[in-house]
């Protein structure tokens, strides 16, 4: 049962966190920078409360989805090749320095 409570606060702590970025930052970089964040802490493997928590309620891969659509209706296609592929790039590198870190 504390594991599901620690989930629960993690994911409000990631949703909070989220939101903040998303305000600070606007747009795709609040975007980005979330989920390049959330596959860090994957990447590091750490408590359900944090990876499950934190980590899933931080990513955004709808909202990246949505706004890909979004570059493609509006015919913005090397901005979308370089959204989609510095985003993929930046969660892998991300999620390899968290293994370097904890290795």
């Known amino acids: 049962m504390l594991t599901i409570i620690l989930v ?3 994911g409000m702590a990631g949703g909070l966190l989220r939101h903040a ?3 600070i930052l606007g747009g795709y970089w609040g975007t980005f920078i979330a989920n390049t964040l959330a596959c ?3 990447g590091l493997g750490l408590t359900p409360a944090m990876s499950i928590g934190v980590a899933g309620a931080l990513s955004t ?6 706004e890909l659509g979004m570059l493609i209706d509006a015919r913005r296609y090397a901005l979308f090749s370089g959204y989609l592929l510095l985003t993929l790039t930046a969660g892998l590198l991300a ?3 968290a ?5």
């Open 99 to 103: 293994h370097v870190v904890i290795s």
């Open 8 to 10: 629960f606060l993690g």
């Open 21 to 23: 970025l998303s305000h």
């Open 95 to 97: 999620l390899h320095t």
């Open 40 to 42: 860090f802490l994957i």
């Open 61 to 66: 891969w709808s909202t990246l989805a949505k």
